[in-house]
Nanobody, 125 residues
């Protein structure tokens, strides 16, 4: 069992920055890869970024070059640094955990085993 708690969301103007945190707990958390997804009202939960073994990271094209995912293994926390925010980044951001394997983490939400409750990010124009 893995528990995930997101924090760091808020209201920011376009062009601003936020850093989201995903605190993971559970006996086997190190065996899981963690990814960020986001969901706007009326839309599906979409992949944003994922962290895999070592420094391997993956991003959606829409956030590449603006968002950075990182993992602090000592504190079991995964961060999402978001820069140059745009109004279209407005959504609830969720972190999800999936058992690590040889392939990169999936980009579809239904393949994830655990989810946090999300944190709201609102970007004003």
């Amino acid at each position: 069992q893995v528990q995930l708690v997101e924090s760091g969301g808020g209201l920011v103007q376009a062009g601003g920055s936020l850093r989201l945190s995903c605190a993971a707990s559970g006996r086997t958390v190190s065996a899981y890869a963690v990814a960020w997804f986001r969901q706007a009202p009326g839309w599906e939960r979409d992949f944003v970024a994922a962290h895999h073994w070592g420094d391997n990271t993956y991003y959606a094209d829409s956030v590449k070059g603006r968002f950075t995912i990182s993992r602090d293994n000592a504190n079991n926390t995964v961060y999402l640094r978001m820069d140059s925010l745009k109004p279209e980044d407005t959504a609830v951001y969720f972190c999800g955990a999936v058992k690590r394997g040889p392939r990169p983490p999936p980009r579809v939400s239904h393949e994830y085993d655990y989810w946090g409750r999300g944190t709201q990010v609102t970007v004003s124009s």
